[in-house]
């Protein structure tokens, strides 16, 4: 079973949308410094403009695809998050091609903005979540 089929079931998406949303809020607090303010600004500021378990879980099935090959290759076994870190610059790729395409499509001109923003640091943002991710989506997965 993919990691797709595991945390699209219905009995357990709302979980993984809102332990993904905490995750994100954990790593966001977590930064420190002038960038680290500037992180949690533009995330505040996004969060004004939509509710990010939701667009989360609207998200899911595009998140979880990303997933899937990595979660594939791990086999199951160990530390997911230790596995994506290990990959972190083509995990965090991937992650911004699916990202930047969303910004694109959105019609949300603040969410658009507040993303063009923060694009520049994204990939650093990512690579430095990548323990924290995994870690949320293998424990749901199983």
Request: aromatic fraction near 6%; charged fraction near 25%; charge should be neutral.
């Amino acid at each position: 079973m993919s990691l797709s089929e595991k945390l699209l079931a219905p009995a357990v998406r709302p979980a993984v949308s809102a332990d993904l949303a905490a995750t994100i809020d954990t790593e966001v607090s977590n930064k420190r410094g002038l960038s680290g303010a500037a992180i949690k600004t533009g995330y505040a500021a996004a969060k004004k403009k939509a509710d990010v378990p939701k667009v989360l879980n609207e998200n899911l099935e595009q998140i979880t695809a990303i997933f899937d090959p990595y979660w594939e290759q791990f086999g199951g076994q160990g530390d997911f998050g230790a596995y994506l870190a290990g990959r972190g610059d083509e995990v965090t790729a991937d992650i911004l091609k699916v990202a930047d395409a969303r910004a694109q499509a959105t019609s949300r001109d603040q969410i658009s903005k507040v993303y063009g923003s923060m694009r520049g640091k994204a990939a650093d943002l990512i690579k430095e979540s990548l323990p924290a991710i995994g870690a949320t989506l293998q424990k749901h997965a199983g």
